[in-house]
């Protein structure tokens, strides 16, 4: 079974600083990690995937994930946050039998103080 | 690019009242839709997976009589949840894709906010 575990609900930070949401997953099988941003009332847009190519892996809006297998994590980061970061994080795996089915972790809400 | 459109994008409605979703895919044929409930302040969870064609595959906990799922053509999945009760207030959202593997690409619509009164 798949599964992927953000750690803290909230995290907040300063506009320039860095910005690090916590992934933590669990995969039977090779995982298929993603992260997506959800802005308010609305749907979710795909920051960057991991499907076993390289493992650090780069995304939109300067956004970046690294796969580490030893500590089955895939944290996000992005070097200096941006006002317009503010929103919500979610870190999702891939089901094993469909690559487009996915299992979400609880979201992360960032929050960037001017 | 690809869209994936959800209509309606908000909907008030009765206890006790069905309600439709529409989940279409605008420029491309969707073998495979999927449909997920994002509770308040709290993460997506997936419902069921829609095929076209063929019945749709649910969720373990989810009540197929309570949310039933058409998939009766390549560009529409509808989701109608019967009888609705505020507790079923959410927001649903599909998203859809050509097939299943790693170079198929996938796409979300924008949601429905679904209101029961």
């Known amino acids: 079974a798949q599964s992927v575990t953000q750690l803290g609900s909230h995290v907040s930070v300063s506009e320039g600083a860095l910005v690090l949401l916590r992934c933590n997953y669990s995969?039977?099988?090779?995982?298929?990690l993603f992260w997506y941003v959800q802005y308010p009332n609305q749907g979710l847009q795909l920051l960057l995937k991991?499907?076993?190519?390289?493992?650090l892996v780069k995304g939109i809006n300067g956004f970046e994930a690294e796969f580490k297998k030893s500590e089955t994590s895939f944290h996000l980061t992005k070097p200096s946050a941006h006002m317009s970061d503010a929103a919500e994080y979610f870190c999702?795996?891939?089901?094993?039998?469909?690559?487009?089915?996915?299992?979400f972790g609880s979201g992360t809400k960032l929050n960037v103080k001017p | 690019g690809a869209v994936v459109s959800q209509h309606p994008s908000r909907v008030i409605c009765k206890s006790g009242t069905s309600v439709k979703i529409e989940c279409r895919s605008l420029?491309?044929?969707?073998?495979?839709m999927f449909w997920y409930r994002q509770f308040p302040k709290k993460s997506l969870m997936l419902m069921a997976t829609?095929?076209?064609?063929?019945?749709?595959?649910?969720e373990q906990g989810v009540e197929k009589d309570k949310f039933l799922i058409n998939h009766a053509s390549l560009t529409l999945s509808t989701l109608t949840v019967t009888s609705a009760h505020p507790e079923d207030s959410s927001f649903y959202i599909c998203?859809?894709?050509?097939?299943?593997?790693?170079?198929?690409?996938?796409?979300f619509g924008n949601g429905t906010r679904l209101t029961v009164t």
């Open positions: 829609s095929n076209e064609g063929s019945k749709a595959t649910y």
């Open positions: 998203s859809a894709s050509v097939g299943t593997g790693s170079k198929s690409p996938l796409h």
């Open positions: 991991y499907t076993s190519a390289a493992t």
């Open positions: 995969s039977s099988v090779p995982p298929y």
């Open positions: 999702a795996v891939s089901s094993s039998d469909n690559f487009n089915k996915f299992y």
């Open positions: 420029d491309f044929q969707a073998t495979t």
